[in-house]
């Protein structure tokens, strides 16, 4: 499969069957979305950084909602959680997105907002792929990221919801989370990456940290 990286929560998956699927496509952050297409949009949750489903081209199937389905070849299921550490209380629900397909089992965290807690890592052991946000603030911060991480234990993290050039939403920069790991451990792979179940089992390097596509097609 093919892994792009839009910028803030929004990557753009495309698997063998050629199943395009686009998560948290944002709105008016400082930077625009590039031009895309898809097949499948999931949405975290209801706010403008993560559900400007009219700006992505196609005519996608919206999936923000719990759910268990196959679409397109590929197994899509959504958890509900939480988008703060009060049960929804300052910042409303969030919606945890897992695609099982090409022999990788892939999971987008949304705005996770709720510290590490036994529900939520039980429902993501085995994940091969995890993506998740950083930036403190509005989600969890560096040190609680690396908590789920330590204790989920995906072969591959990527990091997402930080802070880059241009972006207007009050969040910390990639370099706090990035700095509890061994500067070894990290690849650098700007905008794009292939993965499949080789490159994964071989990898030696533990955080995959992408820089946004700024243009798309």
Known sequence: MKLEYYGHSCFRMTF?????IVT??????????PRTEADIVTVSHGHYDHCNVAAVGGTPTVLSSPI?????????SAIPGFHDDAHGAKRGKNLIFRFRADGLDLCHLGDLGEPAN????????GVDVLFI???????IDAMEAKEYVSRISPKLVVPMHF??????VDIAGPQPF?????????LRCGGSVDLDRDFVASQSKKIIF???????S
């Open 178 to 186: 990035l700095s509890l790991f061994e500067t070894s451990s990290v």
């Open 16 to 20: 063998s069957s050629g199943t395009r």
């Open 210 to 216: 992408m820089e946004r596509i700024k243009y798309g």
């Open 68 to 76: 268990s389905c196959e679409r397109g070849g590929v197994h899509i």
């Open 133 to 139: 946000p950083v930036g403190g603030h509005y989600t």
């Open 24 to 33: 948290d496509p944002y709105g008016d952050v400082g930077f625009s979305l």
């Open 118 to 125: 036994e529900r939520i890592i039980e429902e993501l052991r």
């Open 163 to 168: 802070y880059t050039d241009g972006l207007q």
